[in-house]
């Protein structure tokens, strides 16, 4: 299946827990090395109980797959999430598109420095870093960056 074939929409209830398992297939793959701050159950919950029901949360389906996630909070992209066998299919592109549709005023999101291609991902997509830390300040206590996207004018 093409990226093309896969539908983008507003994340609904009856998503959640499947969201939940792309963020952990995805955690698991993309950052070996990080220490989860939160087991399988809490972020089953907290996609519940939180993400869908009071962020803007987004899903890609293919077929009656959940395929990859969007989840924005102001002008926070607060998570990117694609199950691993949907990298460099074009999904995470037609995500961010999605993403500086709805705010077009400009983003920032937060990565692990240890996510190189993550930060590769945002930089081709017109990411700035602006800032890194020591992780004293996140749950994992991973080092981070944050990058801003602000549109040309």
Do not use: C
């Amino acid at each position: 299946m093409k990226s093309d074939d896969v539908v983008l929409r507003r994340a609904g209830d009856s998503d959640a827990i499947d969201m939940a398992a792309v963020w952990l297939r995805s955690f698991a793959a993309a950052l070996p090395t990080v220490r989860r701050a939160h087991d399988d159950d809490e972020v089953r919950n907290w996609f519940s109980q939180v993400v869908v029901p009071q962020q803007e949360a987004w899903v890609a389906v293919a077929g009656a797959s959940v395929a990859g996630l969007l989840v924005l909070a102001d002008t926070e992209l607060e998570q990117l999430y694609l199950d691993p066998s949907w990298r460099g299919r074009g999904l995470g592109d037609r995500f961010m598109a999605l993403a500086k549709h709805r705010r077009p005023q400009g983003l920032e999101l937060w990565t692990f420095q240890v996510n190189e291609p993550a930060q590769r991902f945002y930089r081709r997509h017109g990411f700035v870093a602006v800032e890194r830390t020591d992780g004293l300040r996140n749950e994992e206590r991973e080092p981070d960056i944050r990058y801003v996207w602000r549109p040309q004018r």
